[in-house]
């Protein structure tokens, strides 16, 4: 869940794919691996929203995750298996998810990384679970995929659930302040971490002043700032995707709004900085992620995302990488490439990966995740601010 500037058309000789266009990436093969190996390729699914408002996020999951797949093609594939991907555009639409997926099935394909929306991953997840294919989420975070008992499911990313729980808990416990807007954009995602900050912030004795919803396309928040001016809370809360977070920051504060300013781990990056602008941006938090990471892994992630296209990289980003790398290490352990058995073995897996020690619980969440927040100092980038003292599963 993070913004860069980049666009989100995809481009393949130098042609735009139509949004829901079934692309065969061979090119993720690297022809030095395929010589080394005369074994069939591993069919391996990836969808996430490439065009659209959320483009941008899925366009950063298509490069990173390019250099996961480069990364283990490089070590010989899958059991010997090159990596063959196929990339679905969700345009963060449910349906064309269930499109994507029933392409996945009807190609056989050996595992499925996506959907980055939970809302598109939710319909199509118990599909794959009938065509006994697993699912490595890379960043669906809505705690309903803990409760749906899926065996074919796990997830790097952690869940909406904790995650606002953390923010709720730094507001209240080490701002101390004691009232709260919070807003958020109507999605799956932004729903579901706006109603785990509120139950958390009143749990712990704040008063939620009021509680608004927008939309993702909302670019214009004039009606909402107007009642957030009559409440005057301490603090404002937003969960949602990029550019709205960012914009209803600028705009709070072209207002005279002086409340402080806290939103998801999902606007991490340079985008948010640049589009609330510097006066703006300077002291907003937002909860994290992973943080501070100095693994092999993620420093190997940094370099070839510098070097092949000149970004940076962000949590979302790192989530996909080690979804990717989650499925290679799970036949290694199960010594097998076929679906049933990379789902009898998902829940087993543990590695080191970008985003540090991975493993997982029954239900697919990730164990033992550590969340921080994180400031927007006056040089425009981030510093830790606070850690939550314990790690949540």
């Not at 992630?301 to 990717?324: C, E, P, W």
């Amino acid at each position: 869940m993070i913004g860069r500037p980049r666009s989100s058309a995809v481009r393949i000789g130098g042609m735009v794919l139509a949004a829901a266009m079934l692309v065969a990436a061979g090119g993720a093969t690297s022809a030095s691996a395929a010589s080394k190996t005369s074994k069939t390729p591993f069919l391996l699914g990836e969808a996430y929203p490439l065009t659209g408002s959320e483009g941008a996020y899925g366009v950063g999951l298509k490069d990173t995750e390019a250099i996961a797949v480069s990364y283990i093609n490089q070590r010989g594939g899958i059991l010997g298996h090159p990596i063959k991907v196929t990339v679905w555009d969700t345009q963060a639409e449910p349906a064309v998810g269930i499109a994507a997926t029933q392409a996945f099935i009807g190609a056989h394909v050996n595992a499925v990384e996506g959907y980055f929306d939970s809302s598109v991953t939710i319909p199509s997840i118990p599909l794959l679970e009938q065509a006994n294919i697993p699912l490595f989420g890379g960043n669906p975070s809505t705690p309903a995929l803990a409760t749906m008992h899926l065996k074919n499911f796990v997830r790097i990313t952690g869940n909406d659930r904790n995650e606002g729980t953390v923010q709720a808990a730094f507001v209240r416990q080490k701002l101390g302040l004691s009232t709260a807007v919070v807003i958020d954009d109507n999605e799956t995602f932004g729903d579901a971490f706006a109603a785990a900050f509120a139950s958390k912030f009143k749990a712990l004795g704040g008063t939620i002043a009021a509680r608004y919803t927008t939309t993702i396309d909302t670019t214009d928040f004039t009606s909402v700032l107007a009642q957030v001016q009559t409440v005057q809370p301490q603090i404002v809360e937003y969960s949602g995707f990029d550019p709205a977070a960012a914009l209803l920051l600028k705009q709070m504060r072209a207002d005279g709004i002086t409340a402080k300013y806290v939103t998801d781990s999902s606007q991490y990056g340079s985008v948010f900085t640049s589009t609330a602008g510097a006066t703006a941006a300077v002291g907003a938090y937002m909860t994290n992620v992973h943080s501070q990471i100095n693994s092999p892994l993620y420093k190997y992630l940094q370099t070839q995302m510098q070097k092949r296209y000149h970004q940076a990289v962000t949590s979302i980003d790192a989530n996909g990488f080690d979804a990717i790398i989650a499925i290679w290490k799970t036949a290694e352990l199960a010594h097998s490439i076929a679906p049933a058995k990379l789902i009898a073995y998902m829940h087993r897996t543990t590695f080191q990966g970008a985003t540090g020690k991975v493993s997982f619980l029954p239900d697919g969440d990730r164990a033992q995740i550590s969340y921080t927040v994180i400031q927007v100092t006056p040089s425009l980038t981030y510093q830790t601010v606070y850690t939550y003292a314990k790690t949540l599963s």
